[in-house]
């Protein structure tokens, strides 16, 4: 009896700490299997954090209206002044400048302005030439040549542009671009290349 007593005492006591025990997990309303799981708080990231994020992100590209663009060599484009011509020996000699860029359109200047009337698109020139290709510089080809300005008949397109002008006695450098320079049908290696002319006129009629 004395054993019962102790037992039941016993329990009694266990089940009041059971009783003023906090639980270790707080009721709810939800089934097993659905309740939440504890979720960390997020971490809040800072005005100045966000803006360096999209600013490397945006870094080195430019909208429409950016008014520059990255990769290019800004190369300038090369004028006719820029050339060296040497006419001292017998055939003229040229420097064609590697810092700018060859030019699009006919560029001409006039090393001697020689005298009498004006070519006009009516005249034909008499003229020495020599035709240096742009890539080398090389000598392409030289002679002499009667140009028919209204009707110019030979390899080279741009005769028109580039003795516009020109009196006789005077020597002028032309630079001419692709489209203006050997034809493709001359089957000329320099077909499609800017070609820089040196040419000193003889006559005009």
């Known amino acids: 009896m004395r054993k019962a007593g102790k037992i039941l005492i016993a329990a009694a006591a266990a089940t009041a700490l059971a009783a003023c025990s906090p639980s270790l997990q707080e009721p709810t309303d939800q089934p097993a299997g659905e309740q939440n799981t ?83 698109p009516q005249s034909t020139v008499q003229l020495d030439y020599t035709v240096f290709g742009w890539s080398d510089g090389g000598v392409a080809d030289s002679g002499t040549a009667s140009i028919d300005l209204s009707a110019p008949a030979g390899e080279i397109d741009g005769w028109p542009q580039a003795l516009d002008g020109v009196r006789q006695g005077g020597e002028r450098v032309v630079v001419l671009p692709p489209d203006l320079g050997y034809s493709e049908q001359s089957g000329n290696p320099l077909a499609g290349e800017n070609l820089v002319v040196v040419a000193e006129v003889t006559g005009i009629s």
């Open 38 to 120: 504890h979720t960390p708080a997020p971490v809040s990231v800072s005005e100045s954090a966000a803006s360096e994020s999209a600013g490397s992100e945006g870094a080195g590209s430019h909208g429409a209206g950016g008014g520059h663009t990255g990769g290019g060599d800004g190369a300038a484009t090369c004028a006719a002044a820029d050339i060296t011509v040497d006419t001292a020996s017998a055939e003229p000699r040229v420097e064609i400048p590697r810092d700018c860029a060859a030019p699009a359109q006919v560029v001409t200047r006039d090393l001697a302005s020689g005298s009498g009337p004006a070519a006009t």
